[in-house]
């Protein structure tokens, strides 16, 4: 079965103290990693896709990294506006994604 | 903004009735996937369809649950007989393709089972 787990649970940091987000993926013929940003009652909004091992996706402070085993969401000098939790979610050739249960970040000012 | 588009955004129903959830995905996109959101839970996959087609209904409930996208119009989720336990977010996602597209979401409905 399908498995994708996030670490930290939850991370505060200070305005402008960098960090990374974890997410460990056990994914059957892997298509895809994907990274989202869900704030309070809102849906998931897409950040980045990641197809192969190795791979990086930059935008603003945000980036991307991908291994065979593991991706990393590098938040560098963090904002308050960059509060919200961080989704990771795998897909195979079956096109549903498998998530995991989400990083909280909060970035005090 | 065409986003993908949820409605009603919040929905209220007694034990026993029935719950229908509308879906319209971006414009261009045929495929619509479903996925519930329980609280301290991760989004879990439920439904994935195309115009007119069931492809993969594994993460569904096989008993109340059932999930139409007719050739004209929505995509419709529907739940029979709710119960307390169908209380949760659902949201609809759509892409053009399947696979590894992206998947874009709408803002969910939130159901509540009194």
């Known amino acids: 079965e399908d498995q994708v787990t996030q670490s930290p649970e939850a991370l505060r940091l200070q305005e402008g103290e960098s960090s990374s987000l974890n997410c460990s993926y056990t994914?059957?013929?892997?298509?895809?990693l994907f990274w989202y940003r869900q704030d309070p009652g809102k849906g998931p909004e897409f950040l980045f896709t990641?197809?192969?091992a190795g791979e990086e996706k930059e935008k603003e402070r945000l980036k991307a990294t991908l291994t065979k085993k593991e991706s990393f969401l590098h938040i560098t000098a963090p904002k308050p506006e960059d509060s919200a939790t961080y989704l990771c979610?795998?897909?195979?050739?079956?096109?549903?994604?498998?998530f995991g249960k989400g990083i909280t970040l909060s970035v005090r000012p | 903004n065409a986003g993908v588009m949820q409605n009603p955004r919040h929905l209220v129903r007694r034990r026993g009735q029935e719950a229908r959830l509308r879906c319209s995905p971006m414009?261009?996109?045929?495929?619509v996937y479903w996925y519930r959101q329980l609280p301290e839970e991760g989004l879990k996959f439920m439904v994935y369809?195309?115009?007119?087609?069931?492809?993969?209904e594994s993460g569904m409930p096989k008993e109340r649950f059932s999930a139409e996208f007719p050739k004209e119009g929505p995509s419709i989720l529907r739940i029979q007989q709710v119960v307390r336990g169908d209380s949760a977010a659902y949201f609809c996602?759509?892409?053009?393709?399947?696979?590894?597209?992206?998947?874009?979401f709408g803002d969910g409905t939130r159901l509540s089972i009194l």
């Open positions: 996602a759509s892409s053009p393709r399947g696979s590894e597209q992206p998947q874009h």
């Open positions: 994914v059957s013929g892997l298509r895809g």
């Open positions: 990641l197809y192969s």
């Open positions: 979610a795998g897909t195979g050739a079956n096109s549903k994604l498998t």
């Open positions: 414009k261009g996109h045929s495929h």
């Open positions: 369809l195309q115009k007119e087609n069931i492809i993969d």
